[in-house]
């Protein structure tokens, strides 16, 4: 059975701290897998996918397969990126997700 | 832009009560989910379909049913509302061709469903 594990329930960091969103997951096979961020009052939205390879708002997350970790960075944060993190992943069948229970990030000034 | 719209935002039902939560999605999406979200659980999926009239389980199916009768809508259904189904829901939707799943879901607002 596939599992998203997210550790940290909340993440207090100052602004222009680095922050880091920690992911694991369990499945064995080649999951695809995401960040979603909801930011207060505002719908639940894609940050970024492992697949793109990219930078979204400063962030970036590595997949490493060894560790089966997907873990969400950010080397300097900022107020607006306080939000709710969940990381997710699909293993393709018909694009179901499975969440992890998500990180709340609180950037302090 | 994709507009999933869930008609209600805020409910307030009795225990036992049938409840409706409706979806509509506008961009000619094929699958729609069902999810409720609840501190420290995080999303969990409730049911899910990938075809008009076709639906699937998910992780926590039981006190639920869901309907689609047209595309656009995926309507989910409390048979008889619990106070354990206090929660927030929420609608997505994502486009898939034979394979070609992008993995991004596009939400709803969300409903908050209070069950007396």
């Known amino acids: 059975a596939q599992r998203v594990t997210q550790p940290e329930k909340l993440l207090s960091v100052f602004k222009g701290a680095p922050v880091e969103l920690k992911c694991n997951y369990s499945?064995?096979?080649?999951?695809?897998l995401f960040w979603y961020v909801q930011y207060s009052r505002q719908r639940l939205q894609l940050l970024l996918r492992h697949i793109s390879r990219e930078s979204i708002k400063g962030f970036t997350a590595d997949l490493n397969k060894g560790e089966t970790s997907f873990h969400l960075k950010k080397p300097f944060a900022q107020e607006e990126d306080s939000a709710m993190y969940y990381c997710a992943l699909t293993s393709n069948s018909w694009g179901k997700l499975q969440f992890g229970a998500g990180t709340q990030v609180v950037v302090t000034p | 832009d994709v507009k999933v719209t869930q008609s209600s935002r805020y409910l307030v039902k009795r225990t036992g009560e049938k409840v409706f939560l409706e979806c509509v999605q506008d961009?000619?999406?094929?699958?729609m989910f069902w999810y409720r979200q609840d501190p420290g659980l995080g999303l969990r999926l409730i049911y899910f379909?990938?075809?008009?009239?076709?639906?699937e389980k998910g992780d926590i199916p039981e006190g639920y049913s869901v309907s689609r009768e047209k595309k656009e809508r995926f309507s989910l259904i409390l048979e008889s509302a619990s106070t354990n189904q206090t929660s927030m829901y929420l609608c997505?939707?994502?486009?898939?061709?034979?394979?070609?799943?992008?993995?991004?879901?596009?939400f709803g607002e969300g409903s908050r469903l209070t069950v007396l």
């Open positions: 961009m000619d999406h094929e699958n």
């Open positions: 499945y064995s096979g080649s999951p695809e």
């Open positions: 379909s990938y075809d008009v009239k076709m639906k």
């Open positions: 997505a939707s994502s486009l898939s061709r034979w394979g070609e799943n992008t993995g991004e879901l596009f």
